[in-house]
């Protein structure tokens, strides 16, 4: 049995027990099949490997034996062992008989002898000896040789590492390539509020949280690329097995890539500082609850639903501030009334979420009305306008949860503390804002209940603006309801079939309408208008131009005299941009009279199932003055049907008038036969969901009378 270049033994045996050299006499050598991976110890201690027969002579060598005698093996096998001793209390010879003795005698022996290098130069050497026995024949004396200084070197680094690991009060620590904990001490383990077990395998990021936007994690990796050592770094944290504790830490790291053989990675130091960095904790504290409510200000009020709003109210607050949070409306009876304390408060949960597990998810979400009893933490908050907390226990529960069920699901739910800010915007209590925090982490501070109270604060303008825009937006759609006709004019010779759809709450109510309207020998008036704008001001004006319409239609004028003084009336009513389209048909001939103010084209779907468009009625728009209006006239086939509309159902976001006028043409001809079917499967066809603007539709089947 010998040893490779660094010291691993390289025999191997032979099936039956016998060790097979890797030199023999005559220099043959071989490798073994197992090598020591590179970068091991023995690369700093040389280990020799060698062996002696029952003569006392060398019968195996090792190169690692070469290199600490500085014999080759063909100089020195098949030779007394006493070669390499040197004199001292005993003879070489001696001393190889004594060292051969003990490994026989004793199966397992060390100790220290002084040995001779090829040049003359004497060393203390330690020997490690063991007997080995081959299927047959005597045995040998297997020897393992090291320099003593280098032995006892090692073993005072690996005392010297093992006490500071045990004893150094400074946290140590290293960690793998992808910054995984793989060796740390007590110290550390301490500051962390876990146990070393805890740690190993885990990212940084598990064990403790850093509110620098990532910085420290930056600063990590780069020193595990091998980057410039860190010294003294001063990094506000919070560890997660002290989630009640802010610290600082002075931390060093270096590069351990560069040790040789080593894994790459990082080797750090960390000193708690953090009475003497009680600023820094301040700062750092600082700018988490400044990014919290940065956050919240670009992520709430994005949009004017009051819904959406409160939803982002709830998200923006979790998890960083809280494990689950919902928001809630008051129903109020009457909104200048004063709240009073000793009468129940009835709110209605308009948004919730949580991170924790069933039944946290039914206790946030599983109620839309709260009735909360006079004495309850929520009367409390609306007392004195501020934000408070409580702990939940068995008093809170019965001041504030009124159902035992619901009791029940807070208890089951882990929540242990609860934080409760007023939403209040222009001297008015719009509702309230709620967060939990589990048991797992710190209860609410004062510093987190100015926080909330500012979060809620900010949002509350939010929910207000969105509450007075859906007012406003429901004034404007139940006037504009109003303001369309209840009811149509009817006709034996003219079916009618319309549609009104409001665009989303988004885009605000518009100003589209339409009317149909009777006229003397059985002639009906079919009209469709857009006043361009939204909100109140374009319902009130389309509201205003409808009525003129129907009253100029009854004096029975032109197409284009009626937009002439539908123009005018435009013009002194402030209204700068409406379309029109206005059509008298005449069942006796079944001849249309059109004419239009800058308003989409009517189609014509013949019975044959062919679409044709009126394009020549094309003219101004309303409100603009000073143009002229013309009348033209078309014959109409018998079952043919008008199609009129607004347009909302032609345009759309990616795709322009041309593109939405023949995916009507193509609708209108795949649509089924009855006018109302028609209707419904026209708009499911090519109205967005939500809409992005109000949109009319009219069909008109005609008939020709006597």
């Known amino acids: 049995m010998h040893g490779t270049a660094d010291g691993t033994p390289d025999g191997t045996a032979d099936g039956k027990g016998t060790l097979v050299p890797s030199a023999r006499p005559g220099g043959a050598e071989a490798h073994g099949p197992i090598w020591s991976e590179p970068g091991t110890l023995l690369e700093h201690v040389p280990v020799a490997v060698f062996g002696i027969d029952e003569h006392d002579r060398l019968c195996y060598w090792g190169p690692g034996a070469r290199e600490l005698f500085g014999y080759d093996a063909s100089a020195v096998l098949t030779r007394p062992g006493a070669l390499l001793f040197a004199p001292g209390p005993l003879d070489p010879s001696d001393a190889c008989a004594r060292l051969t003795e003990r490994g026989r005698t004793q199966g397992y022996w060390r100790g220290r002898l002084a040995a001779r290098h090829r040049d003359g130069t004497v060393f203390d050497c330690g020997f490690r000896v063991f007997s080995v026995t081959g299927a047959s024949g005597p045995s040998v004396v297997m020897v393992l040789a090291s320099r003593s200084d280098e032995l006892d070197r090692v073993k005072t680094n690996l005392a010297f590492l093992d006490a500071l690991f045990e004893t150094c009060p400074i946290g140590l620590v290293m960690l793998d390539a992808d910054l995984r904990y793989v060796h740390l001490n007590q110290a550390l383990a301490d500051m962390d509020g876990l146990t070393i077990e805890a740690h190993l395998g885990r990212r940084t990021d598990d064990v403790m949280i850093v509110s620098d936007d990532g910085e420290f994690r930056r600063m990590l990796g780069d020193v595990a690329l091998g980057g410039p050592p860190v010294v003294g770094t001063l990094v506000g944290m919070r560890p997660r097995g002290h989630p ?39 700062a750092t504290a600082s700018r988490r609850r400044l990014a919290l409510l940065d956050g919240a200000s670009t992520r709430i009020g994005t949009t004017l639903d009051v819904n959406l709003t409160a939803q982002e109210l709830v998200d923006a607050a979790m998890p960083d501030f809280c494990d689950g949070a919902v928001v809630e409306v008051v129903e109020w009876m009457d909104e200048a009334a004063e709240f009073d304390p000793e009468r129940p408060l009835i709110t209605r949960r308009i948004a919730s979420g949580t991170i924790l597990p069933p039944p946290a998810t039914e206790l946030v979400s599983g109620v839309e009305t709260v009735r909360y009893p006079p004495g309850s933490v929520i009367h409390d908050m609306l007392r004195t ?75 509350a303008i939010c929910l207000d603006n969105a509450r007075l825009y859906s007012r406003v937006q429901d004034i404007a759609l139940t006037l504009q309801r109003a303001l369309l006709p209840s009811a149509l004019a009817t006709s034996p010779y003219v079916d009618v079939a319309h549609r009104y759809v409001p665009g989303s709450r988004i885009t605000e109510v ?102 044709e468009s009126i394009d020549e009625v094309l003219g101004v728009p309303l409100g603009v003055g000073g143009c002229p209006f013309r009348t033209i006239e078309t014959e109409l086939p018998e079952n043919a049907t008008l199609a009129l509309y607004t347009d909302g159902l032609i345009e759309a976001r990616g795709r322009d008038i041309e593109g939405g006028l023949h995916a009507l043409r193509a609708e209108l001809v795949s649509a089924p036969g009855p006018l109302e079917e028609m209707a419904d499967h026209v708009l499911a066809r090519l109205l967005p969901v939500p809409p992005a603007d109000d949109t009319v539709l009219v069909l008109a089947r005609v008939r020709r009378g006597p």
Request: contains cysteine; glycine residues 10%.
């Open 510 to 611: 518009g100003g589209d309408w339409y009317d149909v309207i009777s006229l003397p020998d059985g002639r009906v008036v079919l009209v469709v208008g857009d006043v361009m704008g939204h909100g109140v001001r374009a319902a009130a004006a389309m509201g205003r131009l409808r009525i003129t319409t129907k009253a100029l239609a009854r004096h029975d004028i032109e197409p284009a005299d009626l937009l002439v003084e539908l123009d005018a009336c435009a013009q002194e009513a402030g209204i700068e941009l409406a379309t029109c389209l206005y059509i008298v048909y005449d069942p006796a001939g079944g001849r249309a009279r059109i004419a239009s103010a800058g308003h989409p084209p009517p189609l014509v779907l013949r019975p044959d199932g062919t679409v």
């Open 244 to 282: 009640d504790r802010d610290q600082v830490r002075s931390v060093s790291f270096f590069p351990l890539s560069r040790a040789v053989g080593s894994r790459p990675g990082v080797g750090g130091l960390m000193v708690d500082v953090t009475d003497r960095e009680q600023a820094i904790l301040e």
């Open 385 to 459: 306008g501020r934000a408070i907390s409580a702990v939940v226990n068995d008093a809170f529960l019965a001041r504030t949860v009124l159902i035992e069920s619901r009791a029940r699901l807070l208890i089951e739910s882990g929540l242990a503390s609860i934080l409760v800010a007023p939403l209040i915007a222009r001297g008015t209590v719009q509702g309230i804002a709620m967060f939990g925090r589990s048991a797992g982490r710190p209860a609410f501070t004062e510093d987190d209940v100015s926080l909330a109270g500012e979060l809620a604060s900010r949002a």
